[in-house]
């Protein structure tokens, strides 16, 4: 289980990294963010969680905030359209990821520790992306340090909260209470990088975030402890 989190971990990132170098900040993001719904369908799904109070209502209720978001993410991709480009399967492959990810975490909520977990999925992280490495540029990589120490602690902060989090919670609960980073997203890309989002970006957010918090809304009413 400790494997399968740091691939998940290690493959979402590697994946977002990819998505970025050509697309819009907020475009990347958005994408990304649609894993919050597929952690509501795995938990369902897998950890037999349930998705609303009324357990003996139809599957395409329960599923109705998932297919929402996931018509969010199509928004925002346009697949087929004029819009559309072959990155962004990039962050899409990285929410799955992410999302099986926080799986594993769930599962190992009960056992190990979050210095443990942590402790692990660094260190399978390593492993796995030490050989890709070696052929780093050297003076780029001195350059460049300190951008990468302050993305390093950004990182190690927020799996520590969120390793907390899911200790406590159940992830259908948890899951779609984290789309602040798209509002910081599109912000920054603005600010920093020019990147003003499309009126159908910001269409494809909306509907994504308004299906996580109709998801949020069904798993307290499901779970009012949580």
Same mark, same amino acid.
């Given at each position: 289980?400790?494997?399968?989190?740091?691939?998940?971990?290690?493959?979402?990132?590697?994946?977002?990294?990819?998505?970025?170098?050509?697309?819009?900040?907020?475009?990347?993001?958005?994408?990304?963010?649609?894993?919050? /719904?597929?952690?509501?369908?795995?938990?369902?799904?897998?950890?037999?969680?349930?998705?609303?109070?009324?357990?003996?209502?139809?599957?395409?209720?329960?599923?109705?905030?998932?297919?929402?978001?996931?018509?969010?993410?199509?928004?925002?991709?346009?697949?087929?359209?004029?819009?559309?480009?072959?990155?962004?399967?990039?962050?899409?492959?990285?929410?799955?990821?992410?999302?099986?990810?926080?799986?594993?975490?769930?599962?190992?909520?009960?056992?190990?520790?979050?210095?443990?977990?942590?402790?692990?999925?660094?260190?399978?992280?390593? /492993?796995?992306?030490?050989?890709?490495?070696?052929?780093?540029?050297?003076?780029?990589?001195?350059?460049?340090?300190?951008?990468?120490?302050?993305?390093?602690?950004?990182?190690?902060?927020?799996?520590?909260?969120?390793?907390?989090?899911?200790?406590?919670?159940?992830?259908?609960?948890?899951?779609?209470?984290?789309?602040?980073?798209?509002?910081?997203?599109?912000?920054?890309?603005?600010?920093?990088?020019?990147?003003?989002?499309?009126?159908?970006?910001?269409?494809?957010?909306?509907?994504?975030?308004?299906?996580?918090?109709?998801?949020?809304?069904?798993?307290?009413?499901?779970?009012?402890?949580?």
């Amino acid at each position: 289980m400790q494997l399968g989190r740091a691939c998940g971990l290690v493959g979402s990132a590697v994946l977002f990294l990819q998505g970025i170098k050509t697309l819009p900040i907020a475009d990347a993001t958005a994408l990304v963010f649609a894993s919050p /719904l597929y952690v509501t369908l795995l938990s369902w799904l897998l950890l037999r969680e349930p998705l609303a109070l009324w357990r003996s209502a139809p599957v395409l209720w329960r599923s109705a905030p998932v297919l929402l978001g996931f018509a969010g993410v199509l928004v925002v991709a346009r697949p087929g359209g004029a819009g559309f480009d072959a990155a962004m399967l990039f962050p899409m492959l990285s929410s799955m990821a992410w999302a099986g990810a926080v799986i594993c975490t769930r599962l190992l909520s009960g056992t190990d520790t979050a210095s443990t977990t942590m402790l692990y999925s660094a260190a399978l992280g390593v /492993l796995a992306l030490s050989l890709p490495a070696m052929d780093m540029d050297l003076r780029a990589l001195a350059r460049q340090w300190p951008w990468l120490l302050a993305m390093a602690g950004s990182w190690c902060m927020a799996q520590w909260l969120l390793i907390g989090a899911y200790r406590l919670a159940p992830p259908s609960a948890i899951a779609p209470l984290s789309y602040s980073p798209l509002l910081w997203a599109a912000l920054l890309g603005w600010l920093v990088f020019g990147q003003v989002p499309s009126a159908q970006t910001l269409l494809g957010i909306a509907v994504i975030v308004l299906s996580g918090l109709w998801a949020t809304w069904m798993a307290r009413r499901a779970n009012p402890r949580s």
